[in-house]
T-cell receptor, first 115, second 110 residues
Framework: NAGVTQTPKFQVLKTGQSMTLQCAQD?????MSWYRQDPGMGLRLIHY???????DQGEVPNGYNVSRSTTEDFPLRLLSAAPSQTSVYFC??????????????FGDGTRLSIL | TQLLEQSPQFLSIQEGENLTVYCNSS?????LQWYRQEPGEGPVLLVT?????EVKKLKRLTFQFGDARKDSSLHITAAQPGDTGLYLC??????????FGQGTRLTINP
């Protein structure tokens, strides 16, 4: 049982480059989300999805795109990387968003540096 | 401005001591979760509290949700080095958004 798998674990990009952070879960969870974690800021929600074909913006969506073509996968795209996007990115999933008790299962993160 | 304020941000104590970490907000949450995060890993859920005034215990950890559902606390009794980590509180807003505090980095010295 892999849970939530994120790839790559580390990435260095140059300003202006684009890339996709991959996230896959094998728990048949409806709800998936992307967070970024910066020192002293906790985790901030970037985008989320309540099911295949449905996505919505979180707290800090600018500069990022997402899609949810399947239940399992929720990739995060950086369109034109900027140094301000240097961060640790976490993908999370839960069975359903619509129940306050649902735990979020997190991947181990992608550490991204933009030069 | 952080919607959920955690205090203290850093805490270093000796093994065997007791400690309390706080999570405060001016907003009401339908539920509140506490997570622990180890270096190089994602957060792992410890507990969810739903009802105002609710108290939950997990071995030496006691979690309390404020009566007005705006704040929460985590109390650790007889702290051990294995308790070291980043503790995050997260409040649910509406059905779909989880808002995190900035975390409390706890170090327990042997």
């Amino acid at each position: 049982n892999a849970g939530v798998t994120q790839t790559p674990k580390f990435q260095v990009l140059k300003t202006g480059q684009s890339m996709t952070l991959q996230c896959a879960q094998d728990m048949n969870h409806e709800y998936m989300s992307w967070y970024r974690q910066d020192p002293g800021m906790g985790l901030r929600l970037i985008h989320y999805s309540v099911g295949a074909g449905i996505t919505d913006q979180g707290e800090v969506p600018n500069g990022y795109n997402v899609s949810r073509s399947t239940t399992e996968d929720f990739p995060l795209r950086l369109l034109s990387a900027a140094p301000s996007q240097t961060s640790v990115y976490f993908c999370a999933s839960s069975f359903s968003a619509d129940r306050g008790k649902q735990p979020q299962h997190f991947g181990d993160g992608t550490r991204l540096s933009i030069l | 401005t952080q919607l959920l304020e955690q205090s203290p941000q850093f805490l270093s104590i000796q093994e065997g001591e007791n400690l309390t970490v706080y999570c405060n907000s001016s907003s009401v949450f339908s539920s509140l979760q506490w997570y622990r995060q180890e270096p190089g890993e994602g957060p792992v859920l410890l507990v969810t509290v739903v009802t105002g005034g609710e108290v939950k215990k997990l071995k030496r950890l006691t979690f309390q949700f404020g009566d007005a559902r705006k704040d929460s606390s985590l109390h650790i009794t007889a702290a051990q080095p294995g308790d070291t980590g980043l503790y995050l509180c997260a409040g649910r807003q509406g059905a779909q958004k989880l808002v995190f505090g900035q975390g409390t980095r706890l170090t327990i010295n042997p």
